[in-house]
């Protein structure tokens, strides 16, 4: 008999993993259409799937730290970060975007520590460096933690990269503190008013209902890490299993999923701080790619067009993190454009 339960059980679980893997972004999107209905399937797929727990932040640090990895205590946590390069060389900050790392920056990393000194961290409710204290993800807030971070890393001026979220907290700092900003390279940049959606942004979406948003803190994520890694890439096919895994065990540090779900609910729709995008006064370059479904390139025209003097390069081919899906090519554009700002050694 118990053998017989256990078969069952299997097969429940397998349907249950339907909800997340295979044809899941047309499934989940009915069932968010469908808020019911949706929520009893989200309950039973979550129960049979096994409610997949965090994994021990030892063994991610294993995993993913590496010697150049530093731990910097402040605000209550340790936050992962890296300082590569030569010590005397100009610094270029580099900040990740929404369910991403420090990671993802690996091979600009590679392309442009020969020159410039490269600092890189896991911002708050990613990656190792795990939930804030506060549980504060508003822009406002992690601005106000950038500002420490930079005072406790120590760098004085420096210019800034981001992509997607971390764009956005690239240009709010650029605003904040034009002294300190050398220059600004804008990524696939949030912080337009816009819609959530389009294929990958289901996880996001899901995560500011009610209930629902409770619910992710326990589901399988690697099905929803796969279809938002595809949908994110203009080709799909560099998606890869160690790709997968990676952005996968790292929501799964302690904490990572409750702040994913705590930071799209802090999203302020009557934020209009884009307005002030033509007070920015730093050397800007917008680099966007044409394939990005999340945050178009219309988008990016608009940067260009209100930040002062700001320059565009569009690559077609590429989706919405062109820096990791071509790190070569868009890393030795961002160093042009960079000496070409007087930013070298």
């Not at 300082?83 to 091979?107: I, R």
């Not at 996880?203 to 009610?210: E, I």
Request: overall charge positive.
């Amino acid at each position: 008999m118990q053998r017989v339960q256990s078969l069952a059980m299997e097969r429940f679980h397998a349907l249950a993993l339907q909800q997340f893997h295979g044809s899941a972004l047309e499934r989940a999107q009915r069932l968010v259409m469908k808020p019911v209905h949706g929520l009893v399937l989200m309950l039973v797929a979550v129960l049979l799937a096994g409610c997949q727990i965090d994994l021990p932040l030892k063994d991610l640090k294993s995993r993913y730290g590496s010697g150049a990895s530093r731990y910097l205590p402040m605000d209550g946590i340790e936050v992962h970060w890296r300082d590569e390069g030569p010590a005397d060389a100009p610094v270029l900050l580099l900040l990740h975007g929404t369910a991403s790392s420090l990671h993802t920056w690996d091979g600009w990393v590679a392309e442009l520590t020969p020159r410039w000194r490269v600092v890189r961290l896991d911002l708050p409710g990613f990656g190792l460096t795990g939930p804030h204290p506060s549980d504060d993800y508003s822009t406002a807030a992690m601005i106000d933690f950038l500002d420490r971070f930079v005072k406790a890393a120590g760098l004085q001026r420096f210019a800034i990269a981001g992509n997607s979220l971390g764009g956005q907290y690239a240009w709010r700092f650029a605003l904040r503190h034009p002294e300190r900003v050398s220059a600004l390279i804008l990524i696939d940049a949030a912080g337009y008013p816009m819609r959530l959606e389009g294929p990958g942004t289901l996880g996001l979406r899901l995560a500011r209902m009610p209930v629902i948003s409770d619910l992710l803190r326990l589901a399988p994520v690697e099905g929803f890490t796969r279809s938002g890694l595809q949908a994110v890439y203009g080709d799909r096919r560099r998606v890869g299993d160690e790709l997968v895994t990676r952005h996968a065990e790292l929501m799964l540090r302690p904490g990572n999923r409750a702040a994913l779900s705590a930071r799209a609910k802090s999203a302020d729709p009557r934020d209009e701080s884009w307005k002030q995008l033509p007070r920015i006064t730093s050397p800007t370059l917008v680099m966007w790619g044409g394939l990005d479904t999340w945050i178009t390139p219309e988008f990016g025209r608009r940067f260009a067009s209100d930040i002062p003097g700001a320059k565009l390069l569009v690559y077609p081919e590429l989706g919405h993190v062109p820096m990791e899906e071509d790190p070569v090519r868009t890393a030795r554009d961002a160093a042009g454009f960079l000496q070409a700002n007087g930013i070298r050694r």
